[in-house]
């Protein structure tokens, strides 16, 4: 498995000097294991996906309200 694949909550991460496992950066940054998953399934590098606050999701760049 690539890093670019493995998303599991126990995976061990370095960010700046300090690691600790995915869902720790999870919950120390006010984010859910889930939302931080969903980001990794959809190709975010571990600092991307543990970034805290709103995305704009990619899918959704193409879609207009029908006016």
């Known amino acids: 498995m ?22 720790e ?9 889930q939302t931080v998953r969903m ?6 590098g571990w600092t991307e996906a543990l970034s805290p606050g709103l995305r704009k999701t990619r899918w959704m760049n193409g879609l207009s309200m029908g006016r």
């Not at 690539?2 to 869902?23: D, F, N």
């Not at 950066?25 to 294991?33: D, H, I, N, P, S």
């Not at 980001?39 to 975010?44: A, C, I, L, M, N």
């Open 25 to 33: 950066w999870a919950a120390r940054r006010g984010l859910k294991w």
């Open 2 to 23: 690539t890093e670019q694949t493995v998303c599991a909550s126990t995976t061990r991460i370095t960010l700046g000097e300090e690691t600790l496992t995915a869902i």
């Open 39 to 44: 980001r990794r399934y959809r190709g975010e």
